[in-house]
């Protein structure tokens, strides 16, 4: 018996629920519609290897996005491996100069295809892409390809030429994750609005004091953390270098595999005091003893068992943010890591130091934080005063 296209979606979907953990249940049939049987078979290799779940994630939401472009702009499936050619077009349809774009239509990309990315709520930016969207795409694109035992053209200087004169020419400025870093004045305002005792006070002044002090950890991490990461440490004295000063509580997080790290590197940083105290209550007034740290509380103050979304500890720190009467479209849960570093180098603390904290890999991406903190502080933007 022939198969319809229905019945290949909804095998497709069956696939991808073996993947339910890592893929947005809400987008499977979408995804099942875009992604081809070898697309599903990729995935799932991927994920038994151990691929982690937010790379796998934006694997999957960019594979779909180029097979729907593909088959708009050519008419045809996406190939393997792609072509040349293929890889500069989808260049040169994502990142245009829009004055170019006003006095010639046909610039960028096509509004034919344009029209059914949108439909299909693949597209939402007006104007050119973000060049990092565009970068991680192609990225995502050539780990796919040599995942297939293929090689593609993704080093091809023709490539590269078009990409970073296409870059140029967008003229789209750089979008920071966060526009205002959370440093310790605006974390000072965030927990007088949880300073009650209900549940979700407890659970936010926890998350966001463990969120900042541990390096201002991404908010996928904070969602995945779990009981069994923590572990309690010997108290440690206020001023490491006075035996008679008062002690703190102090535990370790195990962060396991994170953006920059493989499990097998068993990332960890240290917790101590105020944030260990709010971990500790909040853990026993939930009475969580195992499994997700950061869990849902409904509008009835009902605990759930589910860990929280990575999203959702983004919306918890919007929410606070409104609460102390900021501008919530002026934070994202991103403004706790870079209010860490904001913080650390306004205090001067050394930014080695503060880097064995945050777990940043790059010193570079570090250090401008630093620089920013020197830069106000320093002479040379004294000469005049």
């Known amino acids: 018996m022939t198969e319809t296209p229905a019945d290949i979606v909804f095998s497709r979907a069956e696939a991808l629920d073996a993947l339910d953990a890592i893929l947005p249940f809400d987008r499977r049939d979408q995804l099942a519609a875009l992604l081809t049987d070898e697309d599903v078979a990729t995935l799932k290799h991927l994920a038994q290897q151990g691929m982690g779940q937010n790379t ?25 491996p792609a072509p040349e050619s293929l890889l500069i077009k989808f260049v040169a349809h994502h990142l245009w100069d829009p004055v170019e774009r006003a006095m010639d239509p046909s610039h960028g990309l096509p509004a034919a295809v ?29 780990i796919l390809t040599r995942w297939r035992g293929l090689s593609g053209a993704f080093g091809a200087l023709s490539v590269k030429t078009a990409l970073r004169l296409a870059v140029k020419a967008s003229k789209r400025p750089r979008q920071r994750k966060s526009k205002t870093a959370v440093t310790g004045d605006v974390l000072a305002k965030l927990m007088t609005t949880c300073a009650g005792d209900r549940l979700v006070d407890l659970r936010d002044r926890a998350l966001l004091l463990v969120a900042f002090a541990s390096g201002g950890r991404r908010r996928s991490e904070v969602a995945a953390l779990r009981v069994e990461d923590l572990v309690d440490e010997e108290p440690v004295h206020t001023d490491p270098a006075d035996a008679t000063s008062p002690p703190l509580p102090c535990l370790t997080i195990h962060l396991g595999r994170t953006k920059t790290a493989t499990a097998d590197d068993d990332e960890h940083v240290v917790l101590v005091g105020r944030p260990v105290i709010a971990l500790k209550q909040w853990l026993a007034e939930a009475r969580i003893d195992i499994g997700p740290v950061f869990r849902r509380i409904d509008q009835w103050g009902n605990l759930h068992r589910r860990a929280l979304t990575p999203q959702s500890v983004n919306l918890i720190l919007k929410a606070r943010v409104k609460q102390a009467g900021l501008d919530p ?5 991103h403004g706790l890591r870079s209010g860490y570093l904001t913080e650390a180098a306004n205090r001067g603390i050394p930014l080695l130091e503060a880097m064995q904290q945050s777990l940043h890999k790059s010193v570079t991406q570090a250090a401008r934080y630093y620089d920013n903190a020197e830069r106000k502080n320093g002479r040379a933007a004294r000469l005049v005063i």
């Open 114 to 142: 344009e029209t059914e990315l949108r439909a299909a709520g693949l597209l939402r930016a007006e104007g050119p892409h973000a060049p990092d969207t565009v970068r991680r795409r192609l990225t995502s694109w050539s």
């Open 56 to 80: 796998l994630r934006a694997l999957a939401s960019d594979l779909a996005y180029l097979e729907a472009w593909c088959r708009h702009a050519t008419g045809s499936p996406l190939p393997w």
């Open 329 to 333: 479209a002026a934070f994202s849960a």
